[in-house]
């Protein structure tokens, strides 16, 4: 299929799935005149890189996490064991990052309820 089928099947836009083919995440074939083919696989890989970006992963995360993971029907599984590793730093990655969040948003609240108070 060419890209603006599997765009269509996947919901995400040609200059995205372009962007997914330079940070090594698509790997089409081409043909001669130049333009991308896509395999029935890679409507599921565009799917896999939408789940690991909804779940806080950069694209240069899930080009090394991408190899190490199938989809078993119920969600994704490791198939490499260094993937876990990997998968814990990022985890206590987005931990931290939402204990930095929760404590601007208290201080955020301590502002508003003071100007209100003022008010």
């Known amino acids: 299929m060419r890209i603006g ?6 919901g995400v836009n040609e200059r995205l799935l372009r962007y ?3 940070q090594g995440l ?6 001669p005149s130049g ?11 565009v799917h896999r890189i939408r789940s690991l970006l909804a779940a806080g992963l950069s694209t ?7 190899p190490c993971l199938r989809d078993d029907g119920e969600g994704l599984v490791p198939t490499c064991t260094e ?3 990997q998968l814990q730093d990022e985890r ?7 204990e930095e969040l929760e404590t601007s948003r208290s201080l955020l609240d301590t502002v508003i309820t003071a ?5």
């Open 83 to 85: 993937l876990i590793a």
């Open 92 to 98: 206590a990655r987005m931990t931290s990052a939402i």
């Open 35 to 45: 333009y991308r083919v896509y395999g029935e696989s890679d409507v599921a890989v």
């Open 5 to 10: 089928e599997l765009a269509r099947r996947t």
């Open 115 to 119: 100007g209100m108070a003022a008010v």
């Open 60 to 66: 240069a995360t899930i080009s090394q996490i991408l």
């Open 26 to 31: 698509l790997q089409p074939e081409r043909l």
């Open 20 to 22: 997914y083919e330079q």
